[in-house]
């Protein structure tokens, strides 16, 4: 199995900042993509930013410029640096990973979650 625990969510100001973290654990053979993905009350969930193995990566039209994702593969980590946060932004943030194993193949996960609320 693998686990992805996700940090950093909290509560910033309008034009703040955050930086969310998420770590993979486990049995990874490789990782083949890391993202991020938001859900807010009452919308459906949706790509905010991803990384491939490779380096390449993809951003949501709303955040480019804003956030930027970044990828220690050493650590199995992801990050997600936000800045100039608008109220829109405000959602329940997750972590997903396409991950191979031996065992398993290649499968996608999830992590639980962390919320990020922008108010004044």
Do not use: H
């Not at 991020?36 to 993809?58: H, I």
């Not at 990828?71 to 800045?83: E, H, I």
């Amino acid at each position: 199995q693998v686990r992805l625990v996700e940090s950093g969510g909290g509560l910033a100001q309008p034009g703040g900042s955050l930086r969310l973290s998420c770590a993979a654990s486990g049995s990874i053979r490789r990782i083949n993509s890391m993202g991020w993905y938001r859900q807010a009350p009452g919308k459906e969930r949706e790509l905010v930013a991803s990384v491939t193995n490779g380096g390449s990566t993809n951003y949501a039209t709303s955040v480019k410029g804003r956030f930027t994702i970044s990828r220690d593969s050493a650590k199995n980590t992801v990050y997600l640096q936000m800045n100039s946060l608008e109220p829109e932004d405000a959602a329940l943030y997750y972590c997903n990973a396409e991950v191979f194993s031996d065992w398993l193949g290649v499968r996608t996960y999830w992590g639980q979650g962390t919320q990020v609320t922008v108010s004044s």
